[in-house]
């Protein structure tokens, strides 16, 4: 992913390297050429026309036009600007201290990556200390809960099924599961469907009631560009996530549809999915995307 984008970006800096002083009409090139490459690689407009407008102005500002290697000023400037794109400052989970157990829920479209991204998340807060229980409440589609059950072996932490037909039932059952077993951070998977529907959020919406989530993050699949946009923008309406995770940052789509979510959701990615191992989910750290990205 980014491959292209970075490609592009680094040919439009790369035009102002060695040119002693920048003009304007320098300037407004370069930028344009950056636009074309984040348009191209599907950012949305919008935030590609934002970005523009806050750059150029940054970049016109005395002490680029002026600097002794303007070249590098306007690298920064995209680099900050880009950095910003992707929510600024690194975002962790924000568990309640005196809370047991804690309690994450995962809600996103079927195919998502959402109940491999509870076993990794599972698995990363294993790693830190945590004993999470996974609570497997997506009865829908029929495998998941025994795909939930597999991971769960493999990982060695324990997964919650209850009947298997009632996810309210079975989601209020794993806390209390959770306690008597000295769980202290509950993950619970719920239903994705192929699309959104009605039903699906009144679901989302009375778990979210009965759990009181300390965290609720969608699983956004980087791969489905523009229209995931639109998914996030009907979660956001109707269950208000905290958060994001980008899975399958990996694969070969463009890309520039995840680097439009935070500006479109107004809420931050705290984690980036790159592949299909256990360990493959990682916080995401804004600046070093960036510095990724740029090359
Ligand atoms: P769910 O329907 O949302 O629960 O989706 P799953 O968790 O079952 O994931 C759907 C498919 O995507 C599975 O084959 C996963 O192994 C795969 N997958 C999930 N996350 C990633 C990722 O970050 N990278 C890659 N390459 N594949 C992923």
Redesign the pocket.
Request: proline fraction near 4%; hydrophobic fraction near 45%; charged fraction near 25%.
């Given at each position: 992913m980014f491959e292209s984008l970075s490609q592009r970006l680094q040919n439009a800096l790369g035009a102002l390297r060695g040119k002693g002083r920048l003009t304007e009409a320098d300037i407004a090139q370069a930028m344009r050429e950056v636009r074309l490459a984040l348009l191209e690689a599907d950012v949305n407009f919008k935030v590609v026309s934002r970005f523009s407008i806050r750059a150029t102005e940054r970049c016109s500002a005395a002490e680029v036009l002026n600097s002794l290697t303007p070249a590098q000023n306007v690298v920064k400037v995209v680099l900050d600007e880009l950095t910003d794109m992707l929510g600024g400052q690194t975002q962790t989970l924000e568990l309640a201290q005196n809370k047991h157990p804690n309690v994450v829920m995962l809600v996103?479209?079927?195919?998502?990556?959402?109940?491999?991204?509870?076993?990794?998340l599972a698995y990363l807060l294993k790693s830190q200390g945590k004993r999470p229980l996974l609570a497997a409440c997506?009865v829908y589609?029929p495998?998941?809960a025994d795909?939930l059950e597999t991971l769960g072996r493999e990982l060695d932490i324990p997964v919650y099924r209850g009947d298997g037909h009632n996810p309210l039932a079975i989601a209020t059952e794993s806390l209390a599961h959770a306690t008597s077993t000295m769980r202290d951070v509950v993950i619970v998977?719920t239903a994705?469907r192929l699309h959104i529907d009605d039903a699906m959020m009144d679901e989302m919406y009375q778990l979210k009631v009965a759990l009181e989530p300390d965290e609720i993050l969608m699983?956004i699949?980087?791969m489905i560009g523009q229209d995931a946009l639109n998914v996030a923008h009907a979660f956001a309406e109707k269950v208000d996530f905290d958060g994001v995770i980008l899975?399958?940052?990996?694969?070969d789509a463009r890309g520039g549809a995840a680097l439009s979510v935070r500006e479109t959701t107004g809420k931050p990615i705290k984690f980036?999915?790159?592949?299909?191992k256990p360990d493959?989910?990682e916080p995401l750290h804004p600046d070093r995307l960036a510095r990724r990205i740029l090359g």
């Amino acid at each position: 992913m980014f491959e292209s984008l970075s490609q592009r970006l680094q040919n439009a800096l790369g035009a102002l390297r060695g040119k002693g002083r920048l003009t304007e009409a320098d300037i407004a090139q370069a930028m344009r050429e950056v636009r074309l490459a984040l348009l191209e690689a599907d950012v949305n407009f919008k935030v590609v026309s934002r970005f523009s407008i806050r750059a150029t102005e940054r970049c016109s500002a005395a002490e680029v036009l002026n600097s002794l290697t303007p070249a590098q000023n306007v690298v920064k400037v995209v680099l900050d600007e880009l950095t910003d794109m992707l929510g600024g400052q690194t975002q962790t989970l924000e568990l309640a201290q005196n809370k047991h157990p804690n309690v994450v829920m995962l809600v996103g479209l079927q195919g998502s990556g959402k109940t491999t991204a509870c076993a990794k998340l599972a698995y990363l807060l294993k790693s830190q200390g945590k004993r999470p229980l996974l609570a497997a409440c997506d009865v829908y589609r029929p495998a998941a809960a025994d795909q939930l059950e597999t991971l769960g072996r493999e990982l060695d932490i324990p997964v919650y099924r209850g009947d298997g037909h009632n996810p309210l039932a079975i989601a209020t059952e794993s806390l209390a599961h959770a306690t008597s077993t000295m769980r202290d951070v509950v993950i619970v998977d719920t239903a994705g469907r192929l699309h959104i529907d009605d039903a699906m959020m009144d679901e989302m919406y009375q778990l979210k009631v009965a759990l009181e989530p300390d965290e609720i993050l969608m699983v956004i699949d980087a791969m489905i560009g523009q229209d995931a946009l639109n998914v996030a923008h009907a979660f956001a309406e109707k269950v208000d996530f905290d958060g994001v995770i980008l899975s399958k940052m990996d694969g070969d789509a463009r890309g520039g549809a995840a680097l439009s979510v935070r500006e479109t959701t107004g809420k931050p990615i705290k984690f980036i999915s790159m592949g299909e191992k256990p360990d493959s989910l990682e916080p995401l750290h804004p600046d070093r995307l960036a510095r990724r990205i740029l090359g």
